[in-house]
């Protein structure tokens, strides 16, 4: 079963290990928040390539990476949007990766999307740049298990919530 799209908030998308199988055609990524797109991008396996800006962050080889780590743990509620170029929506483009990435970065006007971007986005001044300092120098370990426990509470209080 392959799904055209997946969204969910950052603390979740770090507590899956491994790609499941129903996202293993998602080609296209998209890290945002609830206004502003900071990135787009394509990959053959989105997944796996979210997870490279992730760790690149540390290494200052990822500037969306960083940008990420530089706000954590507010970057925790940024959302992680994995798509398929082959979906009705990028029919448009008659589903061609390159294409789709393009009407992608066209609709949103990432912040960090330099190339095929005539009008990024100004970075909103509430988010530090991604040449800030890390506000917390922790292991990717550390940063997982403060997600996991950020989940953890969320799902609490939806439960206790659902029992009202």
Same mark, same amino acid.
Request: aromatic share 12%.
């Given at each position: 079963?392959?799904?055209?799209?997946?969204?969910?908030? /950052?603390? =979740?998308?770090?507590?899956?290990?491994?790609?499941?199988?129903?996202?293993? +055609?998602?080609?296209?990524?998209?890290?945002?928040?609830?206004? !502003?797109?900071?990135?787009? #991008?394509?990959?053959?396996?989105?997944?796996?390539?979210?997870?490279? @800006?992730?760790?690149?962050?540390?290494? #200052? @080889?990822?500037?969306?990476? =960083?940008?990420?780590?530089?706000?954590?743990?507010?970057?925790?509620?940024? *959302?992680?949007? /994995?798509?398929?170029?082959? +979906?009705?929506?990028?029919? !448009? !483009?008659?589903?061609?990766?390159?294409?789709?990435?393009?009407?992608?970065?066209? @609709?949103?006007?990432?912040?960090?999307?330099? +190339?095929?971007?005539?009008?990024? *986005?100004?970075?909103?001044?509430?988010?530090?740049?991604?040449?800030?300092?890390?506000?917390? =120098?922790?292991?990717?370990?550390? /940063?997982? @298990?403060?997600?996991? =426990?950020? !989940?953890?509470?969320?799902?609490?209080?939806?439960?206790?919530?659902?029992?009202?």
């Amino acid at each position: 079963m392959n799904i055209e799209n997946i969204a969910m908030p /950052l603390k =979740r998308f770090l507590l899956v290990e491994q790609c499941p199988a129903s996202w293993k +055609s998602l080609d296209l990524y998209l890290i945002r928040d609830e206004t !502003v797109a900071f990135y787009a #991008g394509q990959s053959y396996l989105a997944f796996a390539r979210v997870w490279e @800006h992730l760790i690149n962050g540390f290494k #200052g @080889h990822s500037i969306v990476g =960083r940008f990420v780590w530089c706000n954590w743990p507010r970057s925790m509620s940024f *959302t992680i949007e /994995l798509l398929s170029s082959q +979906s009705e929506r990028f029919g !448009v !483009v008659g589903n061609e990766l390159n294409a789709s990435e393009r009407l992608l970065i066209r @609709h949103w006007s990432p912040c960090f999307n330099l +190339s095929q971007n005539n009008r990024p *986005t100004p970075l909103p001044n509430s988010y530090f740049p991604p040449n800030a300092p890390f506000r917390r =120098r922790q292991s990717l370990r550390m /940063l997982i @298990h403060e997600a996991e =426990r950020a !989940v953890k509470a969320d799902d609490t209080k939806l439960w206790l919530e659902n029992m009202e």
